[in-house]
């Protein structure tokens, strides 16, 4: 890109988390409008333009309102960015998508349930466009942010890991969850975050999403000594993981 880019950030479905890790970039706030140019970010200021060049996508998919706006940014953007676990891949929301939808529109809304629209099934965002690229996480990493950002402004290709978080876990040492007789989906799941949860003593539950290969690339050794195919790991991605479709309904 020859000039500043403008960069825009929406959200959609979704608690704003990775939006709040924008915003609180603190000192390397700097860093990122030195390089971009912000037009527009609800959470954090009150101009707004549709002039932009990189669109970042925070949430999942859940009407049809939403996805007529997600087209327009599609149409104003030259390049979108999926950020979060939510807008990667459907994410917390998604949880719904294995219930009955009356009963979860009865169990958030009560009786008032028919004045809100949503469809049964919440949607990662490129289940309705195009995505260029992805921030993965809930939420997001801001080192990875920013250098996403960057490599997008250099013309570069964003250096994203997809090996599984194993590898990063095994390098700090920690004690498989495996061990505690728990269930973790760190095989077949995109590193990227350090193995963050397993160091703090609890498992992966799979927010950065399927690493591109798992059925080649996931972390047999790991596997094997528990007796588990990569296909038994990733039925246990029940947390963050339930929207998977083949293709988009307009293609
Ligand atoms: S990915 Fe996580 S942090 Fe981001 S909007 Fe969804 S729930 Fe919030
Ligand atoms: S299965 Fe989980 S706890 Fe065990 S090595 Fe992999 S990431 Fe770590
Ligand atoms: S360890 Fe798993 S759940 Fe935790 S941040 Fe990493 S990918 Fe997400």
Same mark, same amino acid.
């Given at each position: 890109m020859s000039k500043k880019p403008k960069a825009a950030i929406f959200d959609f479905a979704g608690c704003e988390g990775d939006e709040l890790q924008i915003a609180n970039l603190e000192e390397q706030l700097l860093d990122l409008l030195n390089i971009v140019e912000v037009v527009s970010f609800r959470e954090v200021m009150?101009?707004?333009?549709?002039? +932009?060049?990189?669109?970042?996508?925070?949430?999942?998919?859940?009407?049809?309102?939403?996805?007529?706006?997600?087209?327009?940014?599609?149409?104003?953007?030259? *390049?979108?960015?999926?950020?979060?676990?939510?807008?990667?891949?459907?994410? *917390?929301?998604?949880i719904r998508n294995t219930q009955d939808h009356e009963e979860v529109k009865q169990r958030v809304y009560g009786d008032k349930g028919d004045m809100f629209e949503s469809w049964d099934k919440a949607k990662a965002v490129d289940a309705v466009?195009?995505?260029? +690229?992805?921030?993965?996480?809930?939420?997001?990493?801001?080192?990875?942010?920013?250098?996403?950002?960057?490599?997008?402004?250099?013309?570069?290709e964003p250096n994203i890991p997809d090996y599984p978080v194993c590898v990063e876990c095994k390098l700090n040492e920690n004690v498989c969850a495996f061990e505690r007789d728990e269930f973790c989906v760190g095989p077949v799941t995109r590193a990227g975050c350090d193995a963050c949860c397993v160091n703090e003593g609890t498992i992966c539950w799979g927010c950065?999403?399927? *690493?591109?290969?798992?059925?080649?690339?996931?972390?047999?050794?790991? @596997?094997?000594? +528990?007796? @588990?195919?990569?296909?038994?790991?990733?039925?246990?991605f029940s947390l963050y993981f339930n929207w998977q479709e083949e293709a988009r309904e307009d293609e």
């Open positions: 009150t101009e707004h333009s549709d002039d +932009y060049d990189i669109a970042f996508i925070e949430g999942s998919v859940t009407r049809d309102h939403d996805a007529e706006r997600l087209k327009r940014i599609r149409d104003n953007a030259d *390049i979108v960015v999926a950020i979060g676990a939510c807008a990667t891949i459907g994410g *917390i929301n998604s466009i195009d995505v260029d +690229y992805k921030v993965h996480g809930c939420p997001i990493d801001r080192d990875e942010f920013l250098h996403v950002v960057k490599s997008l402004v250099m013309g570069k950065r999403g399927l *690493i591109d290969n798992p059925n080649e690339d996931a972390h047999m050794e790991v @596997l094997e000594e +528990y007796g @588990l195919t990569p296909e038994e790991v990733m039925k246990k």
